[in-house]
C-alpha cells in the first residue's frame, strides 16, 4: 500500500513557474514507477509525465513537452514536476499516481494502468 501526498500548487501568471511535489509512504519507493496526470473541470484526467523507478526513463505529453520536467529523489520517497512557461491551458488539479514495477506491460499514460492516487493539488494560471 502507497499513500501519495501532492503539494506545490497555487496561482501564477502566464509564463510563470511552479514545481510540485509527491510525497509516498513507504520503504520501496524505488520499486514504483509514477505518473503524473491532470484534470479540469468538464474534462477528464489526462496525462502528463511519466517516471520509472530508477528516474532514468521519463515519458511527456506533447502539451507539456519541453516545458514540464518529472524528476523523482528515492532517498526521499518524492517525485517532482517542475513546470515553467505555464499556461492558461495548464490550469487543473494535478495528480500523482504509482504502479509497483515488474508487473508485466502496461500502458504508461493510461490512467487505468496506475495503482494508487493522491487527492491532487490545484494549479491555476491566469492570462
Known amino acids: 500500500q502507497v499513500q501519495l501526498v501532492e503539494s506545490g500548487g497555487g496561482s501564477v501568471q502566464a509564463g510563470g513557474s511552479l514545481r510540485l511535489s509527491c510525497a509516498a509512504s513507504?520503504?520501496?519507493?524505488?520499486?514504483?514507477?509514477m505518473g503524473w496526470f491532470r484534470q479540469a473541470p468538464g474534462k477528464e484526467r489526462e496525462f502528463v509525465a511519466f517516471i520509472s523507478g530508477s528516474g532514468i526513463s521519463t515519458t511527456y505529453a506533447d502539451s507539456v513537452k519541453g516545458r514540464f520536467t518529472v524528476s523523482r529523489d528515492n532517498a526521499k520517497n518524492t517525485v517532482y514536476l517542475q513546470m515553467n512557461s505555464l499556461k492558461p491551458e495548464d490550469t487543473a488539479v494535478y495528480h500523482c499516481?504509482?504502479?509497483?514495477?515488474?508487473?508485466?506491460?502496461?500502458?504508461?499514460?493510461?490512467?487505468?494502468?496506475?495503482?494508487?492516487w493522491g487527492q491532487g493539488t490545484q494549479v491555476t494560471v491566469s492570462s
Open positions: 499516481a504509482a504502479r509497483p514495477n515488474g508487473r508485466g506491460s502496461y500502458v504508461p499514460y493510461s490512467t487505468m494502468a496506475y495503482d494508487y
Open positions: 513507504g520503504r520501496t519507493f524505488s520499486s514504483y514507477v
